[in-house]
Structures are given as C-alpha cells and as structure tokens.
C-alpha cells in the first residue's frame, strides 16, 4: 500500500537541543510539505520541496531546516532556534505543486519540550 | 483579512439532522478548493474536492460560489461518525501550495 510514514509519533525535545522528524512516501509524489498544527489554530507551513535537491520556504520557515536528497524522504530538523516547537507536526506529498489535487498526509509527529 | 476564513463552531447537532458550514477566501486567483476532514488529534484526510458546477458525494454537497469567494458543504443525514473538524482548503493558480482555514468543529449527538 502506497502512503507517507512519519516518525517518530511522539518526539520528547529538551530546551537547546536539535531534533529530527523522518518523513518517507512511496506514492511517487513530486512535491513534499511540512506543516506545523497548533491548539486552535489551521495548519501553517513551514517548507516544501518540489523536486530532489531543492525547496523552498513556508510562512514559519525559521528555526526548521528541511533537506531533500531522494524523492522519498523529506527530513524536518528543529534547531534550538525555534522558541516555541511544541506541535503538531504534518508532513504530506502531492504530485506536484502545479496539479489541482489535494496532498495525502502522513499521521503526525507530536513534539513537545521538556 | 485572513486568507481562509471559517467559523469555528462546534457545530452541535442530533443524528439526522442537516448542518452547513460556509468558508470565505481572500484570493480572487484561487484555482482550487477542497474539504479536509480531521478527526481528534489525527491527521486531514481529504473529504473531497470542489467544483464550479457544484458536486455531491453521498450525503455530502459542495458548492463553490467565484463571485462571492465563498465555499460551503452541506451534510444530510449526520452520523454520530461525522463528528470531526471540517477544513476548508484552497489553492491559487499555478505552482502553489495549499491554504487551509482553522476549520470548524462538528459535534453529532445521539
């Protein structure tokens, strides 16, 4: 079955430190996202790649860093730059940026710092 | 004004009953829109998407109205099961990404 996986479900972080979410599809998609869901409030994205080696930044891009070396995997590393990283982390994929389909996503990575 | 606006609810309503959500955007450009549907602390899934000409799944209706910048879906027949928050989504022409609202929440009572 094809979809995206994201790990891990639950993300512990202590104050100064970098963590890394993993986010893998097998969907073939082109496009690749990150948001960020707060209590309350709508998703808010953070950065997408559209293809291999390259992205772009989102509306909150600071304090994240992305990478995109294989189509599969979009990697999102939370600096100790962020102030405030406890969330609800989404990642999801799309064919590409430029199709009129909506993006599957992948379960969520809760991160919360200690 | 915010780019996707949608009243927040909830929504409480009996099993059986219609309920209508509305969602206003900002971008006269937008090419694309659709409905998310999120249930407690999951990710959106993809309820479906929404055409000009208006579409209907099973007991859900969405329309689309260009003039007004407006989108609604309408659900006949609630089911305890459709208690879950409601995204409004909408994409803009060309190479863009997707701009979802906060939602609104709907509660289906017994």
């Known amino acids: 079955d094809g979809g995206i996986t994201q790990s891990p479900k639950y993300l512990f972080r202590k104050e100064g430190q970098n963590v890394t979410l993993s986010c893998e599809q097998n969907?073939?998609?082109?496009?690749m996202y990150w948001y960020r869901q707060d209590p309350g409030q709508g998703l808010r994205l953070i950065y997408y790649?559209?293809?291999?080696?390259?992205?772009q930044k989102g509306d909150i891009a600071e304090g994240y860093s992305v990478s995109r070396e294989k189509k599969e995997s979009f990697p999102l590393t939370v600096t100790s730059a962020q102030k405030n990283p406890t969330a609800f982390y989404l990642c999801?994929?799309?064919?590409?940026?430029?199709?009129?389909?909506?993006?599957?996503f992948g379960s969520g990575t809760r991160l919360t710092v200690v | 004004r915010k780019e996707v606006e949608q009243d927040p609810g909830p929504f409480n309503v009996p099993e059986g009953a219609t309920v209508a959500f509305n969602c206003t955007y900002s971008?006269?450009?937008?090419?694309?829109f659709f409905w998310y549907r999120q249930d407690c602390r999951k990710e959106p899934k993809l309820l479906m998407s929404?055409?000009?000409s208006g579409n209907e799944d099973g007991r859900f209706t969405a329309q689309l109205n260009r003039a007004s910048q407006y989108i609604s879906l309408l659900i006949r027949d609630s089911k305890l099961s459709d208690s879950a928050t409601y995204l409004c989504?909408?994409?803009?022409?060309?190479?863009?990404?997707?701009?979802f609202g906060k939602g609104t929440m709907l509660l289906v009572s017994p």
């Open positions: 999801a994929s799309s064919m590409g940026t430029h199709d009129n389909y909506g993006y599957t």
């Open positions: 969907l073939n998609h082109d496009a």
């Open positions: 790649s559209q293809i291999v080696n390259d992205f």
């Open positions: 971008n006269s450009a937008s090419q694309s």
């Open positions: 929404v055409y000009s």
């Open positions: 989504v909408v994409k803009g022409a060309g190479y863009s990404t997707l701009t």
